[in-house]
C-alpha cells in the first residue's frame, strides 16, 4: 500500500466495512495498534465482564499482545486463554477475543478460520460478546475476494471457516428481530490501522 | 386420510392471527429481498449460472458425489449412501446407541423432517432438542413448521408464551420477546453443553474440498456441529455442489432471496472431522431425478423466495398449502416427485400459475409448470365431478362454438337456477359464479362482416402487418375488445389479419390436458411456424393466451419450433408500447391535458400474472401513462384470484374471493375507471364490483374516437 492513491482507497474500504457491519447490528473502532489494548480492556469494563477468552493464534501481529494480556490482567479479568476441547470451563466466560483471516467491506463480514475446534470458534461463539481484531489491509472490497482469501488458507491444509455478518439473531417470535440468539449479541471489530 | 381442503382454507382466511403473522412476514421480507436483489448488478446471470450449475451437477451427480465422499474421507470423516428415510433412521439409531448417546441436539433441516427423524429417535427414547428458536417452538407446540425460514411464523405471542409456560415450567412467561428469547438461549445453552450428538442439515458440500457449508443466523448450528463429540450431517445428494466457485454464486443468492440479508449472520464451512457422519439420503431422488417432467425440482436451495411471494401462500400459509412436510408449489412437485402423487394431488390445486414464484426463484424453477405436470398426472385420481370439470373447462373452444351458436338461449340455461345447479352438481363449480356470457355473433364473425365497409376508410397507411390470435375469450365472450383491438391497431396504421388459428392450449393446460395441449400446439405450430420463421409478427390480446403461445410452448414443442413463438408473439399491449407505435399514438391524440383539456380520463390498471411473469408488465403501465389523456394508476396486487377456472371452483371459491378483495380494495380506495387485460381478471373485478370493467385497449379506442370527433376527422 504504498501510494496515496492505494491509501485512499483503503480508508473508503474501511469506512464501508464500518457502516455495512453497523447496519448489521455491529460496531467497530478504528485506532492504531498500541491504544488497541486499552479500548479492548474499556469495551470489557463497559460490559462488567469477568471472563474473557484470549485465542491468541489468530491475533494479528501488530497488536501488543504482551501489553494486552497486562492490562487486562491488571484491570481484574481473569483471562482464557490455550482452552483445548474442553471448553465446559468457558461457559460463563463473557467476552471472547479473535484476529480474523480477513474482512469484506461490501457486507461487513468477518472471515475466521481454523481448526473445526479451535479456540476462535469458541471465543467468537460462546460469549455474548465477541470482539475481532484486525488490519485495516485486511479489508477486502468484495465477497468474491474474501472467497479468494479462502481459498489460499484452504489450501494451506483443509482448515474450517466461517463468515460472520453482524451478532447472532433470530425473528422467530412474533416476527421480531432479537439480537443474541445462540451467539454473541454484540459484535465489535477492533481495525488496526 | 383425505383433507378437506375448503374447510382448512376457510379457517385459515378466519385465523386472524395467522392472517396478520402471513401478512407481516412475507411484506417484510418481500420488501428486504426486492432490496438486496437491487443491489446485484449482475443478478439474472447469477441465476443462469445457478441454474446451470444445478443441471450439470445432477446430470453428473455420481462424479461429483464421489469427489465429495474422496475429501470427507481423507479428513477422516464417514460417508454413508442411504437409499430412504428407513436407512438413515437405522444408521443414526445405531450410531447412537454405538457411541451411548442419550442427548441430541438437532438445528434445522427440512431434510430431517422429511425421514421424520427427530420423532423416530424420540420413540428411540432418546431426548432431541431442536435448537432453532422457531423449531423448537413448533416442536414443543407438536406442530410442523410452516414455512422452511420462519417455521413458527404462524404462531403469535401469547401462543409462544404458552409453549414457554409448558416448557420452562413457569407461571408467567415474560411478555416481551426478548425475554423470552433470552430464556430459551439458557435453556438450550444447557442442551448444548450436555449433548452427545449434534445433527445438522447441510445447505451445499463442496465436492472438490469436503466443506459442509450451512447458513443460519442464530448460531445453533455452530454450536450443534462443534460443541458435541458426534456430528451427523444429513443431507440430500442434490445438495452437492462441484466447486468453491460454484458456491460463491448460491451465496449471494441464498440469503438475499431467502431473508433479504446480503449474507446471514453465519455462514459455516464445516470441514470434515474424524467423528463426522455424512448421511447422504436418496429417498426418490433419483425418482426425480429420472423424471424429466419434475426434475427441475431438485435445482431448489430451500429459499422460500416462491412462497412469500405466493398469493396463495400468503392468505393460507404452509399448513394449508403444503403436505406432511414440503409447502407451496414448489413443495407439491417434491411431495408428487419423491412421495406420493396422491399428497401432492391434494393440495397442488392452491396454484393459480400465476407465476411470481418463478420470477423470484434464484434458480427460476418454473414451478406452475411443475404444477401443471402435476396436475395431469392427478386427474386420474380426481373425483368423477372434479374430472369431468377438467374436461369441459380444458375444452372451452369446442363447447364455447355451441354456446355462440345457440345464445342467447345457451345463456339462459346456463345463468338460470337450474343451470348453475347442474354445474354445482356435476362439475363442483361454484354457484354464486355468474358463467360467462355467450356472445353472437363471435368476434370473428363481426369482424368479417365489419371488414369490407370498416377496412376501407381505415388509414392504414403503412406497409406492417400483424396477425390477431383470435383467442376463445375474445371470441365467444368478449367480441367488443377484440373489435377494439382492431380499431385501434388500424388507425395507428397497422395492417392486421385475423390469424386463422386454434385454440392456443391454455384453457386445456390449467386443467392438467398435457396431450390435448399438446394437440393444439402442434396444430399452431403446422399454421404459423412458416410465417413466424419468415419474421411475421403474432399479436395477441388475452395475455394467458400470449403466455401459453410463448413460454409454455416449449414445454410442449420440440425447442426449434417454440422458439419462433417465444420470439414473435406479442401481447397487444406491449406491441403498442413499442416506441414507433406509441409515438404515432401520441400523434393522433393532441388533446392532451397540457393541451387545454381539463382533465385526462382516469383509468385504474391491473396488470395481469402472465404479463408481470413475461416480464412486460412495467413497460405496459410506462406505455399507459404515457399516453396523453390518459391519467393511470396501476394498482399492485399479485394475481386476481381468478386465475382462469380456479376460482370458478368451488373448492377455491372462497379464497378466490379473499384474493379478489384484496386488489377490489385497492381498486376501490382510487378515482377512475377500473381496467384489466385478462379475461379472468375482468370477470373476477365485475363479480366483485358489479360493473362491466373494460380492456385498456377498450379506453384507448375511445379517446381516439373522440380525438378524431373533435378534430373533425
Ligand atoms: S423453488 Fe426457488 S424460490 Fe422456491 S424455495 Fe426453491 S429455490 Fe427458493
Known sequence: MGSKQAAEGGDERIERFVRELSQVGGAASVLDPEGAPSRIAALLKERKAQKVMLDPGSLPRELPLKALRDRLTEEGFEVLEGFGEDVSALRDAAAGVTGALAAVADSGTLLLGGAPRGGWQWASLLPPLHIAVIRADQIRPTLDEALRALREHSQEGGEEFVWITGPSRTADIAITLLLGMHGPRELHAVILS | MTRDLPAEIHSALNDE????????????????????????????????????????????????????????????????????????????????????????????????????????????????????????????????????????????????????????DLDDPPQEPKELARLARTALRDAFFEAEMGITGVNFAVAETGHLVLVENEGNIRLTARLPRVHVALMGWEKVVPSLDDLAVFLKLLPRSGTGQKLTSYVSFFMPTPDLHLVLLDNGRTRLREDPELREALYCIRCGACLDSCPSYQAVGG??????????????????????????????????????????????????????????????????????????????????????????????????????????????????????????????????????SEQKTSTATTTEGVKLFVDCFINHFEPEVGLATLRVLERLGVRVELAENVCCGRAALSQGLLDRARSLAKANARRFLPELR????????????????????????????????????????????????????SRLLPGGPENGREKGKQIIYHGHCQQKALGVHREIVAFLQSVPGLEVKAVEVACCGMAGSFGYKREFSELSRHLGRRLTRLVEAQEGEPTACGFSCRTQLRDLLGLRVRHPVEILEEILSQGQRREGL
Open chain 2, 17 to 168: 392471527a395467522l392472517q396478520q403473522a402471513l401478512g407481516t412476514f412475507t411484506q417484510a421480507v418481500g420488501f428486504l429481498r426486492a432490496q438486496a436483489i437491487g443491489e446485484l448488478s449482475d443478478y439474472e446471470a447469477l441465476r443462469e449460472r445457478a441454474r446451470r450449475i444445478k443441471a450439470e451437477t445432477i446430470r453428473n451427480l455420481d462424479e461429483h458425489l464421489e469427489r465429495l465422499r474422496e475429501n470427507v474421507e481423507a479428513r477422516g470423516g464417514r460417508v454413508v449412501f442411504a437409499r430412504d428415510g428407513e436407512e438413515a433412521l437405522r444408521y443414526i439409531r445405531d450410531l447412537a446407541r454405538a457411541h451411548g448417546v442419550r442427548r441430541i441436539v438437532k438445528s434445522k433441516s427440512m431434510t430431517a423432517e422429511e425421514i421424520g427423524l427427530t420423532e423416530h429417535l424420540e420413540a428411540e427414547g432418546l431426548r432431541v432438542w431442536e435448537t432453532d428458536l422457531g423449531e423448537r417452538i413448533v416442536q414443543l407446540a407438536r406442530e410442523r413448521p410452516s414455512h422452511l425460514i420462519g417455521p413458527a411464523l404462524h404462531k403469535t405471542l401469547e401462543e409462544v408464551r404458552e409453549v414457554f409456560r409448558r416448557w420452562l
Open chain 2, 319 to 452: 399448513h394449508v398449502f403444503g403436505g406432511s412436510v414440503y409447502m407451496g408449489g414448489i413443495g407439491a412437485a417434491w411431495t408428487a416427485g419423491i412421495g406420493s402423487l396422491k399428497e401432492a394431488a391434494e393440495f397442488h390445486g392452491l396454484c393459480t400459475s400465476c407465476g411470481r414464484c418463478t420470477e423470484v426463484c434464484p434458480v427460476r424453477i418454473d414451478i406452475p409448470w411443475l404444477n401443471t405436470v402435476i396436475r395431469s398426472r392427478a386427474l386420474r385420481l380426481e373425483n368423477p365431478k372434479h374430472r369431468r370439470a377438467a374436461r369441459v373447462l380444458g375444452e372451452i373452444d369446442r363447447w364455447a362454438r355451441w354456446g355462440s351458436f345457440f345464445a342467447p338461449l345457451s345463456n339462459l340455461l346456463l345463468g338460470s337456477r337450474i343451470g348453475k345447479l347442474l354445474a354445482a352438481r356435476l362439475l363442483d363449480l361454484d354457484p354464486r359464479r355468474r358463467p360467462p356470457k355467450f356472445a353472437r355473433p363471435t368476434f370473428r364473425a363481426r369482424a368479417r362482416m365489419r371488414s369490407r
Open chain 2, 534 to 585: 419468415g419474421g411475421a409478427t403474432i399479436v395477441g390480446i388475452e395475455p394467458s393466451c400470449v403466455a401459453a403461445l410463448r413460454s409454455e410452448y416449449r414445454h410442449l414443442l420440440p425447442a426449434e419450433e417454440a422458439r419462433p413463438f417465444e420470439e414473435r408473439v406479442l401481447d397487444v399491449m406491449e406491441y403498442l408500447a413499442r416506441p414507433e407505435i406509441s409515438e404515432r399514438l
